[in-house]
Structures are given as C-alpha cells and as structure tokens.
Nanobody, 115 residues
Framework: QVQLVESGGGLVQAGGSLRLSCVASKSSFSISAMGWYRQAPGKQRELVAV???????NYADSVKGRFTISRDNAKNTVYLQMNSLKPEDTAVYYC?????????WGQGTQVTVSS
C-alpha cells in the first residue's frame, strides 16, 4: 500500500503563507502523479494542483499564481507552497497519489484563513 501523511496546515491571516507537505511511504506501487485537493464545507472536493511524472504541473484557476506544487524525490515528498492566502482558501487539504488502477488519499490537513 501507499501511505500519505500530510502536515503543515493551520491558522493563518489573509495574505499570509503556509507550506503543506505530504510524505509518501515506500511501496512496490509506481506513483505516476501526486496532487493536492481541497474540500470546503458544503462543496465538492476539487483539484488544487497536480504534478505528473516528468515534472508537468497543473493548477486550478483560483490558485494559479499564488500556489506552487513541487516534489523532492530524495525525500519522497510533495509540497504545496501557498502564498497570498484568502479566506476562500479555507478547506481541508488532501494529498493524493495515483498508481495503476488505484488512487490513494491522505487523511487531510485543515487550512483556515482568517480575514
């Protein structure tokens, strides 16, 4: 199995920054992509950012220019640097990893942005 452990969430004022981390356990599965999703109360889970094998990235329009996804292969970790945070960014953020036929999810980390 693939275990994903998120960290870095918390409470921050609008305009501030947070850096989320997600560490993937070593596994026999080959991870082809990793990403960050978020889910706010009353809303569906939505894609925030994804990085695909080879380094290609994609972002939701609402975060483009403010958030950056990156990987550290040596540490088997994916990061989400979040700058210029807005109250509407408040949500539970989930790390995910895609393998052949299976999508793995972390437990989520709460990000709260106050005005």
């Amino acid at each position: 199995q693939v275990q994903l452990v998120e960290s870095g969430g918390g409470l921050v004022q609008a305009g501030g920054s947070l850096r989320l981390s997600c560490v993937a356990s070593k596994s026999s599965f080959s991870i082809s992509a990793m990403g960050w999703y978020r889910q706010a109360p009353g809303k569906q889970r939505e894609l925030v950012a994804v990085v695909i094998s080879g380094g290609t990235t994609n972002y939701a329009d609402s975060v483009k220019g403010r958030f950056t996804i990156s990987r550290d292969n040596a540490k088997n970790t994916v990061y989400l640097q979040m700058n210029s945070l807005k109250p509407e960014d408040t949500a539970v953020y989930y790390c995910n990893a895609l393998t052949s036929g299976i999508t793995w999810w972390g437990q989520g980390t709460q990000v709260t942005v106050s005005s």
